[in-house]
């Protein structure tokens, strides 16, 4: 039996952790600098792939749902990689950019929850990822929304560690006591004249539930706060404050015929 002994084994928990984050991003290989992309360097890609303009989209799906893997090819020498997110809530934007990429090869990039750490899948070497659907509409755990297939080529690696820039679409700013749901996912919660208590995000439908969106603070002298309510369910109650480089990923929930709630899946 062969024994590395300058292999010391990983003592970090982190690498043995199985869940990811509900955040999967998505960009065409057509958008990705084909010439130019990077060499890993310790199986890990450090600077951005994308072409000059081109941006990532992301879905926000059900953690339970992503399973990314690297499988075993025909070739003993490859891998091929495979993930079956699922996306609680079906959105006009979404729904119609899913159908304008699928069949498409795309690349894709995916985070660990437990430390942030993030996956490259579908380097040009694999022919990008496959973006297919398996269903539309209720899937399992009663909720509507889109389950996917996302299948790469072989190569020899299907995918690595990735450090670099994540360039996406432009945040909405807002400021004020509420503001309204739009298709976009982020919004920048800006400075205000006096203090500020987000009291309510407006706007959502039976169509948003299931949705994450991520606020971003902007605050300095006069942040916005958000305070555990029946609006915003906080985790362990703790209110947040949206400074400069703060971030609150907020989940859409239905809470009553007519009401919705967001829930509190991440803070940075």
């Known amino acids: 039996m062969a024994v590395l002994l300058d292999l010391n084994k990983s003592q970090n928990v982190n690498d043995f952790a199985s869940r990811m984050k509900g955040r999967l991003y998505i960009a065409l290989l057509s958008d990705v600098d084909i010439d130019n992309f990077p060499q890993a360097v310790n199986e890990t890609i450090q600077t951005n792939i994308l072409k000059a303009g081109k941006v990532w989209r992301f879905l926000d799906c059900n953690t339970q ?5 690297a499988q075993p090819g025909e070739s003993p020498f490859n891998e091929k990689f495979v993930a079956t997110p ?14 304008n990429i699928r069949g498409l090869e795309s690349v894709v990039i995916y985070e660990r929850c437990s430390d942030g750490q993030k996956f490259l899948a579908g380097s040009p070497c ?25 299948e790469g080529g072989e190569c020899d690696r299907a995918f690595f560690f990735y450090d670099g820039e994540i360039l996406t679409e432009q945040p909405v700013a807002v400021s ?8 976009k996912s982020a919004y920048i919660i800006e400075n ?14 039976i169509n948003d539930v299931g949705r994450i969106i991520e606020l971003r603070g902007a605050g300095t002298t006069h942040p916005t706060t958000i305070a555990p309510s029946a609006t915003f369910i906080l985790q362990n109650g703790v209110a ?8 609150l990923f907020l989940q859409v929930v239905k809470t009553g015929v007519s009401t919705f709630a967001y829930y509190e899946v991440n803070r940075a």
């Open 126 to 150: 694999s022919d990008g990822v496959t973006v297919k659907f398996t269903n539309i509409g209720l899937n399992d755990g009663g909720k509507m929304g889109i389950a996917l297939s996302l």
């Open 240 to 247: 947040w404050v949206a400074t400069v480089g703060s971030s």
């Open 65 to 69: 749902g992503l399973n990314p893997n």
């Open 86 to 99: 699922t996306i609680d809530g079906i959105s006009r934007a979404t729904l119609g950019w899913l159908r």
């Open 192 to 205: 205000n004249a006096s203090d500020v208590t987000l009291t309510n995000i407006t706007g959502a439908t």
């Open 176 to 183: 004020g006591a509420t503001f309204a749901l739009q298709e």
